[in-house]
């Protein structure tokens, strides 16, 4: 059973930064696509980038595109998510998920989740 362990997560305010990362417990092989996600207290999860673990291509969700980078070190079976000039909104609890079954961005479609790790931007 691989198991995702998020970490990074903090307090930080307007237009700071945080770096999340997402250790998999055994190779990031194992899955085709890799994602994060958030969610904020009483709306429902979102998502907000994805990578293929072969070809390394990304996609990001409209809100967070020019502002948030996802990327993996295969070497060290850990993705990251390098987020920059944030916002309020941006406060959630955050998710790192993989799955062998899709290339989108849709939560239904990840088999493997992590507990979260808390960001939360103050104005």
């Known amino acids: 059973q691989e198991t995702l362990v998020e970490s990074g ?3 930080v305010q307007t237009g700071g930064s945080l770096r999340l990362s997402c250790a ?3 190779s990031m092989y194992n899955f085709r696509t890799m994602a994060w996600f958030r969610q904020a207290p009483g709306k429902e999860r ?5 990578i293929r673990t072969r070809g ?3 996609a990001y969700a409209d809100s967070v ?8 070190d295969k070497g060290a079976d850990t993705m ?9 909104e941006d406060s959630a609890m955050y998710y790192c998920a993989a799955t062998y079954l899709s290339d989108e961005l ?3 479609d990840y088999l493997y989740w992590g507990q979260g790790t808390q960001v939360t931007v103050s104005s």
């Open 106 to 108: 849709s939560a239904a």
């Open 46 to 50: 979102e998502g907000v980038a994805r």
């Open 9 to 11: 997560g903090g307090s």
């Open 80 to 88: 990251y998510l390098e987020m920059n000039n944030l916002k309020p």
């Open 56 to 58: 390394g291509d990304s």
């Open 24 to 26: 998999v417990s055994r």
């Open 65 to 72: 595109k020019g502002r948030f980078t996802i990327s993996t």
